[in-house]
């Protein structure tokens, strides 16, 4: 496959918004390093282990999004996402820790890395203090930008040294929660904005947030490239 899967119309603008610091964070030299298999195992697992602490707290803040969703669908494609992430994703982290020997107790109680904490909290705070249209712009990133990494290395790998990370993430299930946040967003932003939402001055700041989030996405995998 050629190009970027398509994730909805909102997440396209805001992609594209990002500019440059979305490649940055797509084809940081990590995703590389696992595309072709030259990514250290330990900076692997080292990543793994705190991507275990970011799911917990990602999950808390797609669990605020069921708190602020305003309509039925909105409660049942967030909650659908909390029960993704908790259900389907960890086992992943779960797995791979439990092969390399390392607990799923030990796994929880990891030690959170500043870049960590970084990210989470600042999505969690565009939760507490905005509306559903501010986290979702803070939650994008993440998931939209995992959805285009898992398709591009499933495509392009070269090794089958990191085959069970890039088959979850380009995986039907992932794929279609991808497609379905994006179906949210979209959906979020016409109810309360209207069709023509990206050309209110609202927009810049959920652009501005969206951003932000990609940053925080380059410097997490900059983390994992330093155990
Ligand atoms: C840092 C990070 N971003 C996005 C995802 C996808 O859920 C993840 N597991 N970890």
Redesign the pocket.
Known sequence: MSGAPDYGRAFGLMRAAAGDVWRDYTRHAFVEGMKDGTLPREAFLHYLRQ?YV??VH?SRAWALAVVKSETHEEMLLASATVNG?ISE?MKLHIGICAEAGISQDELFATPERPE?LA?TRFVLEAGYSGDLLSLLAALA???M??GEIGVRLSDEATSETYRDWINT?AGDEYQGSVRAVGELLDGALARRLGDSYDQLPRWDGLCQTFNMATQL?VG?WQMGMTP
Request: charged residues 20%; glycine residues 6%; aromatic residues 38%.
């Open positions: 991507d970011f799911l990602f992430l994703e960590n990210y990133p993440c998931v930008g995992y993430y996405e997490f």
